[in-house]
C-alpha cells in the first residue's frame, strides 16, 4: 500500500513520521510546495520543535518513510492521501474574519484529480468546516479526466496537542474515520482503519458519518476552548473575592462528570486552531441561522480576548500606571511549552499591549527563533498564513530579544511569564532579582512559579486568578 500526504507541516509531518514508523509495510511519502520545509525534514534539523519527532523520523526515513517535493508523482501513485494543508481564517471577502479560507484545500483537490490515473481514498486530515467533503469530492470528480477513476472520501480529523504530538499520536484517546455508509465508503474505512490497527487498539477507532466525524473536531476544540476560557472568567472573580483559582481548578476537577484536564486559568489560549475552530464554528452557525448558537460560541473568544487585556491592565497598573521606557523582561513567546510554534499565541497580544503603552520589552524563549517574533509582532490578525504588505516585521530596534532568561531580567522593572516552559520554574531567582530595578515585579501568566518564595525574595507578585499580593491589594483598595 502507498500513501501520500500533501502538506509537510505541524500535522502533516507527525502523523506520517508516526504511521511510517509503525507501518513498515507501508510506504509514506509526505509532499509539501514548500521546499525549505521538505528540507528540512530531510535533515537533523527537522522544521517543527516537538519531543521524540526526531527519534521517529530517524526510525523510518529512508526506510518506507519519505518527505518530497515532487507532489504530482507522489499523489498519482498513491492508494490513499491524506490531505493535511492548512485551513486559516479567511481574511478578506465574505466571512472574512470567521470562515475557514479552503484555498490550499481547493489547490490540493485539483492536483489530486489532475494527477490521478488510478482510484483512490481521499483523507482529511485537516480542520474543515462540516459538509466540506461534499464540495472537495465535486471537486475532485469534475476535475478527473478519467472517468474509471473513483474517489471515495474520508473524514479522519487530528486530535493530537502540540508539544505532546509523538505521546498523542502514539496512545491516542480514539481515532475518527467518518464515511459515506455505501459499500465503497464502508471498505474505504476499513481500509483506512487497518491503517491505524498496526498499533491502535480496534475498539478505539471509531466510524461515523462524514459530517458528525466534520463536525466533532470542530466541537472537540471549541469544549476545550471553552473550558479554558470559562476557568479564566472564573479567575477574574477570584482576584476580586480573595478565591484562589487553582483550588477552584482542584475542588471542581475531582467531580467526575468534570474531570481535572484543561481547568488550568491561564492568561489566554494560543494555538492556531482554538480560535481558528471556533470563529469557524459560529461562522457556519450563522450561516445556517443559528444566531443564539453562534453568541455562544463566540463568547469563547471574547472571553480570550478579555484575558489577555486584563493581564496587560494589571501589568500597568500594578507599575504605578506607567510602564513608559521601562525594561520587562518577557518569559516564554511560543503559545505552550515544548513547541516553538507561535500562532496566535497570547504573548502577541500582550507584548503589543505592553508596548503600546510605551514599555521596552526584552523577549527570552528557549525555541522562538528571533525572526519569527519580529515577524509576530508586526503581522495582522489572522494572516500568519499569508502576510500582506501591511504585516511586516517589525522593526528590530522596536524590541529586543535575549537568548538568555537572566540577560532578559537584567536592569528590568518587571518579568512577564507568558508561557509554562518547565526551566523557568528552575531559575536562581534571587539573583535575577538581585539584578533588577526595584521594587521588581513578576507577573505569572501561568502559576507555574513558587510565589510565596519569590515574595520572600522581595518581589512583589501577581499570579493569576490568586489572592492580590498585599502591595496590588492596596493599591486596589
Ligand atoms: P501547517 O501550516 O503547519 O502545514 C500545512 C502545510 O501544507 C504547509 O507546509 C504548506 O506549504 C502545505 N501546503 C499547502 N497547500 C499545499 C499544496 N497545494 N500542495 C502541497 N503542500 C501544500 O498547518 P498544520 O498546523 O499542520 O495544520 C494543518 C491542518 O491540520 C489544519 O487544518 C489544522 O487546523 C489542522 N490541525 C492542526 C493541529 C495543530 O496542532 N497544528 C492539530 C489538529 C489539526
Known sequence: MKICCIGAGYVGGPTMAMIGFK??????????????????????????????????????????????????????????????VNTPTKTRGVGAGKAADLTYWEGAARVIASVSTSSKIIVEKSTVPVKTADAIEKVLRRNCSDPSVQFEILSNPEFLAEGTAIEDLTNPD????GGKDTEAGRAAIATLASVYEHWIAKDRILCTNLWSAELSKLTANAMLAQRISSMNSISALCEATGADVQQVSRAIGTDSRI????????????????????????????????????????????????????????????????????????????????????????????????MADGANLCVYDPEVEDKQIYQDLGTEKFEWDHPSPRSAPIPKTAIAISHDAMEAARDAHAICVLTEWDRFKNYDYQAIYDNMVKPAFIFDGRNILDHAKLREIGFIVYALGKPLDPFLQKHYD
Open 174 to 177: 480514539r481515532i475518527l474515520i
Open 259 to 354: 474531570g481535572p484536564k484543561f481547568l488550568n486559568a491561564s492568561v489566554g489560549f494560543g494555538g492556531s486552531c482554538f480560535q481558528k475552530d471556533i470563529l469557524n464554528l459560529v461562522y457556519i452557525c450563522e450561516t445556517v441561522g443559528l444566531q443564539s448558537v453562534a453568541e455562544y460560541w463566540h463568547q469563547v473568544i471574547l472571553m480570550n480576548d478579555f484575558q489577555k487585556q486584563r493581564f496587560v491592565e494589571r501589568v500597568i497598573s500594578a507599575m504605578f500606571n506607567t510602564i513608559s521606557k521601562k525594561k520587562i523582561a518577557v518569559f516564554g513567546f511560543a503559545f505552550k511549552k515544548d513547541t516553538g510554534d507561535t500562532r496566535e499565541t497570547p504573548a502577541i497580544d500582550v507584548c503589543r499591549g505592553l
Open 23 to 84: 507501518c513498515p509495510d507501508i510506504e509514506v511519502v509526505v509532499v509539501d510546495i514548500n521546499e525549505a520545509r521538505i528540507a528540512a525534514w530531510n535533515s537533523d534539523k527537522l522544521p517543527i520543535y516537538e519531543p521524540g519527532l526526531l527519534e521517529v523520523v530517524l526510525a523510518a526515513r529512508g526506510r518506507n518513510l519519505f518527505f518530497s517535493t515532487d507532489v504530482n508523482k507522489h499523489v498519482g501513485e498513491a492508494d490513499i492521501v491524506f490531505v493535511s
